[in-house]
């Protein structure tokens, strides 16, 4: 009788191909993060409403379909925010149309639906970095330190003089 070979393929090496290839891909591909905006958000609180707001402490700033950045209906260049808002809140020429305290200075951010998201990110950093600031030079005046090395008693005395309040809202195309 004549033996019989079977036909059998060795799939030790295609394990071993497969195995390689997967490892490859997994070094060789780029995760994308996404880019954010930290936002530590007030405590809740049932039956509260906010008062109203004086023209005054309201700081208009939109961002517009084209990405264009309007502060109180002016067109201005991103860089330009940071110390525009700092200006705002501190108001050093103590001018009847800023706020008299800057715990009382709201800013008012309102983006349309066609407003690029990595935009409005960068709009909404420049905000944060202007109060940053405002508290940083605080602490050092004050303290004789920044706002991040100061103890957490002290932090709350800042932080409460630089309260940072955005209203957030998207406008329509009504109220261009």
Known sequence: MRKRHSAEINTGAMADIAFLLLIFFLVATEINQDKAVSVILPKYHEFTTPGPISKRNLLKIKINEDNEILLNGEIIALNKVKLLVMDFVENPQKSMLKPREPENAVISLMNDIRTSYEDYVQLYAQIKLAY??????????????????????KKKIVASKYKIKISEAEYSIAQK
């Open 132 to 153: 940053q600031t405002l508290r940083n030079d605080y602490s050092n005046q004050q303290f004789g330190k920044s706002f991040n090395a100061l103890s957490q008693d």
